[in-house]
């Protein structure tokens, strides 16, 4: 179980245990900790810079923390053995690279609350719309 | 305390969804292009996601450092302008023109929060 889902569990037994406010306010206080820590890694995950490359490594290209462009290399070879073509697909490959980079990162600071790896697999439902209706089925909301 | 009219926020909230919903449908298909090195390097991004295209004079008059900028300054220019066609929901022009209802008040601070934070 992940720190944060210990400290939530911790939180949930004081609750039911009947504790006092005070012995609520240390439980509150250590799931806000970890929260705290869990956006403090997502900051930095934000700071740092994130490379992808294409065409054996040749072409490289590097995004920020929100996957704006920062950089792009060509290296020689590629310059030399692609057609225009070829060197566009290539930079288009590299951008994608660096941005799948930044989001493995990202999945994997999101796994850290629960402690398993995030279920990419399970289709979910999309349209705003109908997450909207769902919701109000749920709360049995029947305005 | 003040009231809350809960119908009448469920009301809100359903309308502002099916807004966006209608506008993201409609910008979906929506294909922004990017340019440099006088339009013979061009970016566009759109449903299929980003797309490199470089004319063959590109590769013959540039350098390849020369070749990698213009690359970079057509896919900032394209996403620039995809960014840029967020709209605005009825209900944050509403909660702008009422400064002295306290939901539309927090309503708009949320908003210009998350708008902040979410723009790349």
Not at chain 1, 94 to 118: F, K, Y
Request: negative net charge; charged residues 30%; proline residues 2%.
């Amino acid at each position: 179980m992940s720190d944060i889902m210990d400290a939530l569990a911790g939180l949930s037994e004081k609750a039911k245990e009947g504790n006092t406010v005070d012995d609520l306010k240390d439980a509150v206080g250590r799931l806000q900790d970890q929260f705290q820590g869990w956006n403090d890694g997502l900051a930095a995950i934000r700071s740092r810079s994130y490379e992808g490359t294409a065409a054996d490594e040749q072409v490289v290209a590097e995004v920020d923390g929100r996957g704006a462009l920062m950089r792009l290399e060509i290296g020689p070879y590629a310059m030399r053995d692609l057609d225009a073509s070829g060197l566009a697909q290539a930079c288009t490959e590299a951008i994608i690279a660096a941005r799948t980079t930044l989001s493995e990162a990202m999945l994997d600071h999101v796994a850290t609350v629960s402690g398993e790896p995030v279920d990419l697999t399970t289709p979910v439902e999309t349209d705003p719309r109908q997450l909207w209706r769902n919701l109000k089925e749920t709360l049995r909301w029947n305005g | 305390m003040e009231r809350i009219d809960l119908r009448a926020l469920m009301d809100e909230v359903g309308h502002a969804i099916e807004e966006a919903a209608e506008h993201l449908e409609k910008t979906r298909n929506q294909e922004f292009v990017g340019t440099a090195a006088d339009e013979l390097v061009t970016a566009r991004v759109g449903e299929h996601g980003l797309q490199v295209e470089i004319h063959i004079l590109a590769k013959r008059r540039l350098e390849r450092d020369e070749l990698a900028d213009a690359v970079v300054e057509a896919v900032r220019e394209a996403e620039r302008q995809a960014a840029d066609t967020t709209f605005e929901l009825s209900i944050e022009r509403r909660a702008k023109s009422d400064t002295t209802d306290a939901f539309y008040r927090e309503f708009s601070k949320a908003m210009a929060e998350m708008r902040s934070r979410v723009r790349m």
